[in-house]
Structure formats: C-alpha cells, structure tokens
Nanobody, 113 residues
C-alpha cells in the first residue's frame, strides 16, 4: 500500500511563498488523479487543486494564478507551489489520491505577520 507524506509547510508572512511536497512510498505513475486539499480551523476540508497523469490541472478559483500544482512521476512526488500567500490560506494541507483512497497526514501552513 502506497503511503503519502506531505512536507514544506510552515509560517510565512502575507505575500510570501511556500512549496509543498507530497512524497509517495511507491510509484505514482499508475495514479491518474492526484489532488491537494486543505482544511482551515472550524471549516470543512476543501479541494484546492487537481492534476492528472497527462498534466491537466485544475485549481480552486480563489487560488488560481497564485498556486500551481505539479507532479514528478520519476520522483514519486506531488507539489504545490504557493505564491502571494494570504492569511485566508492558513490551513492544514493534504495530498490525496481519490481512486486509491489515499491521504497524507497533512502539513500546516500558517500565513501571518
């Protein structure tokens, strides 16, 4: 069973950038759809971005133009580049493979001055 582990979270000032990584314990080349979700305190978990094996991407409207999802199948890693961060981006960020029902444990992102 493949396991997912996120990293790269932390505390950043508004306007700053972070790059999240989600490393898989096995190959992701057979996993078509991979996603990033986030969950802010007191709120439901929400979909942030999706990427297919063919490189097609979709981003939540509120992050489009600021966040970019990507993947490197050779490194078995999913990425989320986050630029121009805002306080409302504060959340625990999770990577997810829906067809395989896989979730990582999450990484905390806090945007605050």
């Amino acid at each position: 069973q493949v396991q997912l582990v996120e990293s790269g979270g932390g505390l950043v000032q508004p306007g700053g950038s972070l790059r999240l990584s989600c490393e898989a314990s096995g190959t992701i080349s057979s996993i078509n759809i991979m996603q990033w979700y986030r969950q802010a305190p007191g709120k439901q978990r929400e979909l942030v971005a999706t990427i297919t094996n063919g490189g097609h991407t979709m981003h939540k409207v509120s992050v489009a133009g600021r966040f970019t999802i990507s993947r490197d199948n050779a490194k078995n890693t999913l990425y989320l580049q986050m630029n121009t961060l805002k306080p409302e981006d504060t959340a625990v960020y999770y990577c997810h493979a829906p067809a395989q029902a896989l979730w990582g444990p999450g990484t905390q992102v806090t945007v605050s001055s």
